[in-house]
């Protein structure tokens, strides 16, 4: 399974042109007040390095994780042309043990496996936050999508239920639909 999804993201990535662009997604650039700009972050499934990239520009060192080889290679390259420092790890997240348990900021954007909750929940520091969104069960109106590729409604308010919610969506554009939330671990 995780093979065929490197292959299948190495070939979407395996073009000059950045596929999900360069510049961050916008429920980080319209966030960003709550984001102290300091201290671990980590990029869950990081594609080309978009978020990474914003993160480390706020003062953030940032680990990201992604299966592709490819992927990672833009984002290094993305980084390098910013002049930012980026730790990168090539890695099937269905298998990977994550060593470092205090991030003080994870974020996961576009990628759903909800194995990773538990795992996030642990990583967290006390006080740190989660910035996660992706699709979303409304989206299956306008995709092939698979449902479990996608969160229901009130998923991630589930999954983060003990922690404090700075902010919460449910979008449904009439193109896509998807839900983001940010929440704060307790102390
Ligand atoms: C839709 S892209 C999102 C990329 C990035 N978060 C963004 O929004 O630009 C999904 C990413 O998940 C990665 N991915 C898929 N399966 C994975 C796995 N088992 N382990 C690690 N990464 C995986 C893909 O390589 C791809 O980069």
């Given at each position: 399974?995780?093979?065929?999804?490197?292959?299948?993201?190495?070939?979407?990535?395996?073009?000059?042109?950045?596929?999900?662009?360069?510049?961050?997604?916008?429920?980080?650039?319209?966030?960003?007040?709550?984001?102290?700009?300091?201290?671990?972050?980590?990029?869950?499934?990081?594609?080309?390095?978009?978020?990474?990239?914003?993160?480390?520009?706020?003062?953030?060192?940032?680990?990201?994780?992604?299966?592709?080889?490819?992927?990672?290679?833009?984002?290094?390259?993305?980084?390098?042309?910013?002049?930012?420092?980026?730790?990168?790890?090539?890695?099937?997240?269905?298998?990977?043990e994550f060593d470092e348990k205090s991030f003080d900021l994870v974020i996961c954007f576009n990628f759903l496996d909800r194995n990773?909750?538990?795992?996030?929940?642990?990583?967290?520091?006390?006080?740190?936050?989660?910035?996660?969104?992706?699709?979303?069960?409304?989206?299956?109106?306008?995709?092939?999508?698979?449902?479990?590729?996608?969160?229901?409604?009130?998923?991630?308010?589930?999954?983060?239920?003990?922690?404090?919610?700075?902010?919460?969506?449910?979008?449904?554009?009439?193109?896509?639909?998807?839900?983001?939330?940010?929440?704060?671990?307790?102390?």
């Amino acid at each position: 399974m995780s093979s065929k999804d490197k292959e299948k993201w190495n070939r979407k990535y395996g073009v000059d042109k950045y596929i999900g662009g360069k510049a961050a997604c916008d429920w980080l650039t319209s966030n960003t007040e709550v984001l102290t700009g300091n201290g671990q972050a980590l990029d869950i499934a990081m594609g080309e390095g978009r978020n990474s990239i914003y993160l480390a520009q706020l003062g953030f060192k940032v680990t990201g994780i992604d299966i592709s080889d490819v992927g990672v290679k833009k984002a290094q390259a993305l980084a390098e042309e910013k002049s930012i420092e980026l730790k990168t790890v090539v890695a099937d997240l269905d298998q990977y043990e994550f060593d470092e348990k205090s991030f003080d900021l994870v974020i996961c954007f576009n990628f759903l496996d909800r194995n990773l909750f538990p795992k996030i929940r642990e990583m967290v520091s006390p006080g740190g936050l989660v910035i996660y969104e992706t699709f979303s069960i409304d989206f299956l109106k306008y995709s092939s999508f698979k449902e479990e590729w996608v969160l229901g409604y009130g998923e991630l308010l589930k999954e983060f239920q003990e922690y404090r919610i700075l902010r919460y969506q449910e979008v449904d554009d009439g193109q896509k639909g998807f839900a983001s939330i940010i929440a704060q671990k307790p102390l």
